[in-house]
């Protein structure tokens, strides 16, 4: 890789390293503090707005929608236009769209704040890990991505209880006008200690038809699940155009020169099903979240500050313990703890049953987060160090992309299905007897989700990970770029994302 700006060469214990360890780790902490802040306010939010299930959905849905579908892009746009001038792009884009979200008057506003909004994160998300890739040092640069893993996953522990604070104190929307001072501060920072650096390899056209099909066929397919329940109609022309662009996008994709996503990938049977698995782990995670805080604040009368404590057991065991399970699946193999893992955090999941209308956080949220977060922090590693082992070492940063879109995917599908399939419509969400009935069925359904992974996972995934696939020569008239090992610029590792 060619790059500019004296890329490669900024070392971790000096000024300059800690400067661009700033810059990238804030960026990617405003998101995830968005991302993870956003499902405490919903009550609220809904409350303030008017809103009705379906809205509340797609407030959640709209920002993973193109986040989902624009990952990829915003990524492949960084290598060519710039890492920094591409991530502060994101984060001012992502910054005005928070500022339209604050002072959203309707929830149609809103929603379409949000979506706007996940423009944004795709556009810096990539770029900040990308740019640790880029600029550090060899000798450093394995030390920096564990700090700026190690500190993003302190801002998802964090996001749900600052968004809990925010909505219980000043209001809901400041979960959204806080990240102004934050992206002010990011921007500051990189435009001044970060240098530019860029792919000079990277030619071509971008994938841009893929992308808008991808987005579309998600968006449809999205439409169709929330709008199943109370409008078949609708539904049922939302699914015929979801098959369409989901047609177009495969056709698309198998055309282009230089396609967001290479179809090859998926004819690894391993990387296939690892994928799979994700969609269904992070699709019951998504749900689980999403029904959780309406659970304990409609049913159970929690404070918005006591909701988003709830699920802070699971995210710092993740953070704390994901280390030494990463060792463990290197020892004992990757098959074991993403069979186990899997079934750890359903059996948490259904103790989530214990929590009703004078739930205890001590006795009834406490031990069922604690387990759903053992069983997270067991299967995190192994999945992403299977996806990665899937793939020859030069698609490594497109195999991570992938499945940080499958996970993002998973969970749009799950918040857009589940409350149709448990009966919530409408403002049901503000009936505690309502709200106590469909969170017992999502609970159930997002264990068989789980538990559905892990028997993919032991039926699938070999007890020993093949090496990984040798790398096999370019055809004449491939264009580099998309599929180069240092583009793994595609975000957080699944296990670090918000909802």
Same mark, same amino acid.
């Given at each position: 890789? $060619?790059?500019?700006?004296? /890329?490669?060469?900024?070392?971790?214990?000096?000024?300059?390293?800690?400067?661009?360890?700033? &810059?990238?780790?804030?960026?990617?902490?405003? /998101?995830?503090?968005?991302?993870? !802040?956003?499902?405490?306010?919903?009550?609220?939010?809904?409350?303030?707005?008017?809103?009705?299930?379906?809205?509340?959905?797609?407030?959640?849905?709209?920002?993973?929608?193109?986040?989902? #579908?624009?990952?990829?892009?915003?990524?492949?746009?960084?290598?060519?236009?710039?890492?920094?001038?591409?991530?502060? $792009?994101?984060?001012?884009?992502?910054?005005?769209?928070?500022?339209?979200?604050?002072?959203?008057?309707?929830?149609?506003?809103?929603?379409?704040?949000?979506?706007?909004?996940?423009?944004?994160?795709?556009?810096?998300?990539?770029?900040?890990? !990308?740019?640790?890739?880029?600029?550090?040092?060899?000798?450093? *640069?394995?030390?920096?991505?564990?700090?700026?893993?190690?500190?993003?996953?302190?801002?998802?522990?964090?996001?749900?209880?600052?968004?809990?604070?925010?909505?219980?104190?000043? =209001?809901?929307?400041?979960?959204?006008?806080?990240?102004?001072?934050? &992206?002010? !501060?990011?921007?500051?920072?990189?435009?001044?200690?970060?240098? @530019?650096?860029?792919?000079?390899?990277?030619? =071509?056209?971008?994938?841009? *038809?893929?992308?808008?099909?991808?987005?579309?066929?998600?968006?449809?397919?999205?439409?169709?699940?929330?709008?199943?329940?109370?409008?078949?109609?609708?539904?049922?022309?939302?699914?015929?155009?979801?098959?369409?662009?989901?047609?177009?996008?495969?056709?698309? @994709?198998?055309?282009?020169?230089?396609?967001?996503?290479?179809? @090859?990938?998926?004819?690894?049977?391993?990387?296939?099903?690892?994928?799979?698995?994700?969609?269904?782990?992070?699709?019951?995670?998504?749900?689980?979240?999403?029904?959780?805080?309406?659970?304990?604040?409609?049913?159970?009368?929690?404070?918005?500050?006591?909701?988003?404590?709830?699920?802070?057991?699971?995210?710092?065991?993740?953070?704390?313990?994901?280390?030494?399970?990463?060792?463990?699946?290197?020892?004992?193999?990757?098959?074991?703890?993403?069979?186990?893992?899997?079934?750890?955090?359903?059996?948490?999941?259904?103790?989530?049953?214990?929590?009703?209308?004078?739930?205890?956080?001590?006795?009834?949220?406490?031990?069922?987060?604690?387990?759903?977060?053992?069983?997270?922090?067991?299967?995190?590693?192994?999945?992403?160090?299977?996806?990665?082992?899937?793939?020859?070492?030069?698609? !490594?940063?497109?195999?991570? #992309?992938?499945?940080?879109?499958?996970? *993002?995917?998973?969970?749009?599908?799950?918040?857009?299905?589940?409350?149709?399939?448990? #009966?919530?419509?409408?403002?049901?969400?503000?009936?505690?007897?309502?709200?106590?009935?469909?969170?017992?069925? /999502?609970?159930?359904?997002?264990?068989?989700?789980?538990?559905?992974?892990?028997?993919?996972?032991?039926?699938?995934?070999?007890?020993?990970?093949?090496?990984?696939? @040798?790398?096999?020569?370019?055809?004449?008239?491939?264009?580099?770029?998309?599929?180069?090992?240092?583009? &793994?610029?595609? #975000?957080?590792?699944?296990?670090?994302?918000?909802?």
């Amino acid at each position: 890789m $060619v790059s500019t700006g004296g /890329a490669g060469g900024v070392r971790l214990s000096g000024a300059a390293g800690r400067w661009v360890l700033l &810059a990238t780790v804030l960026g990617s902490a405003m /998101a995830m503090l968005d991302g993870t !802040a956003v499902n405490v306010a919903l009550p609220r939010i809904g409350a303030t707005l008017h809103a009705s299930i379906g809205s509340l959905q797609w407030v959640v849905n709209a920002y993973l929608l193109t986040l989902a #579908g624009l990952i990829l892009l915003g990524g492949a746009l960084g290598d060519r236009y710039g890492r920094r001038r591409v991530f502060v $792009v994101g984060v001012v884009w992502f910054a005005v769209c928070s500022a339209v979200c604050g002072l959203a008057p309707d929830v149609q506003v809103l929603i379409a704040a949000r979506a706007l909004q996940g423009v944004g994160g795709a556009l810096l998300t990539p770029g900040s890990l !990308a740019l640790i890739q880029a600029v550090f040092h060899p000798d450093d *640069r394995a030390a920096a991505v564990g700090l700026w893993s190690g500190l993003g996953g302190v801002a998802g522990a964090v996001g749900p209880v600052v968004g809990g604070w925010l909505v219980g104190g000043p =209001g809901w929307r400041w979960v959204f006008l806080i990240n102004l001072p934050l &992206a002010a !501060a990011v921007v500051v920072t990189a435009l001044r200690h970060v240098p @530019e650096n860029r792919d000079d390899s990277a030619t =071509g056209r971008f994938d841009l *038809r893929g992308a808008v099909l991808a987005a579309l066929a998600l968006g449809a397919l999205t439409a169709a699940l929330t709008s199943a329940a109370g409008d078949p109609l609708q539904a049922a022309v939302a699914a015929v155009l979801a098959v369409l662009a989901g047609t177009l996008f495969v056709l698309t @994709e198998r055309r282009a020169a230089a396609p967001m996503l290479p179809l @090859e990938l998926f004819a690894s049977r391993l990387f296939t099903v690892v994928n799979i698995a994700t969609v269904l782990i992070y699709g019951a995670m998504g749900g689980l979240l999403f029904f959780l805080v309406l659970q304990l604040q409609i049913t159970a009368g929690f404070t918005p500050l006591l909701a988003g404590l709830g699920t802070l057991p699971l995210t710092l065991l993740m953070l704390v313990f994901s280390p030494r399970a990463a060792k463990l699946g290197e020892v004992i193999g990757a098959r074991v703890p993403l069979t186990i893992g899997p079934l750890l955090a359903a059996t948490g999941a259904l103790l989530m049953l214990r929590i009703g209308a004078h739930a205890s956080y001590l006795t009834d949220v406490l031990p069922a987060s604690i387990v759903l977060g053992a069983g997270m922090t067991l299967l995190v590693a192994p999945l992403t160090e299977t996806v990665l082992n899937a793939v020859e070492t030069r698609r !490594a940063g497109i195999a991570s #992309g992938v499945n940080n879109a499958a996970a *993002r995917t998973g969970s749009l599908l799950a918040v857009a299905a589940l409350p149709a399939l448990v #009966g919530l419509s409408g403002e049901q969400y503000r009936s505690a007897h309502a709200v106590d009935h469909a969170f017992r069925a /999502a609970v159930v359904g997002c264990a068989g989700l789980m538990a559905a992974a892990a028997v993919l996972s032991w039926t699938a995934i070999p007890h020993r990970l093949p090496e990984r696939p @040798e790398p096999s020569p370019p055809e004449p008239d491939e264009p580099p770029g998309p599929d180069q090992p240092d583009q &793994a610029g595609t #975000g957080t590792p699944p296990g670090m994302m918000g909802p």
